[in-house]
């Protein structure tokens, strides 16, 4: 049972970037599909990116050519880098990991409920 926490959200202006980190353990990274999810107040978590296991990826179109992705697995680490950050990004961002998919098929890595590990969530905020 793999688990995740996230760290590196935090308040910056619209335009600026951050870093998001999500530490895995109890299983390694590389036997799993890890995604970034997003829940903004009032909604539900609405999908940002994956990176299935076996190193491809995939990006909301609202995010699409801002944030990126990326697997450490020496680190046992998932970061979710966003620039060019805009009010419209501020959520309690979440990172998941999942038993791998080997169809890599986009439709459910959309699914919040296809994944079975989740963290606390981190923070951010982009001011105007």
């Known amino acids: 049972q793999v688990q995740v926490v996230e760290s590196g959200g935090g308040s910056v202006q619209a335009g600026g970037s951050l870093r998001l980190s999500c530490a895995a353990s109890?299983?390694?990274?590389?036997?799993?599909?890890m995604a970034w999810f997003r829940r903004a107040p009032g909604k539900g978590r609405e999908f940002v990116a994956v990176?299935?296991?076996?190193?491809?990826?995939v990006y909301a179109n609202s995010v699409k050519g801002r944030f990126t992705i990326s697997r450490d697995n020496t680190k046992n680490t998932v970061y979710l880098q966003m620039n060019s950050l805009k009010p419209e990004d501020t959520a309690v961002y979440y990172c998941?990991?999942?038993?791998?998919?080997?169809?890599?098929?986009?439709?459910?890595?959309?699914?919040?409920?296809?994944?079975?590990?989740w963290g606390q969530g981190t923070q951010v905020t982009v001011s105007s």
């Open positions: 998941t990991a999942r038993i791998p998919d080997p169809r890599e098929d986009l439709y459910y890595a959309t699914l919040p409920d296809t994944y079975t590990s």
């Open positions: 109890g299983s390694t990274i590389s036997s799993s599909d």
């Open positions: 990176a299935w296991s076996g190193g491809n990826t």
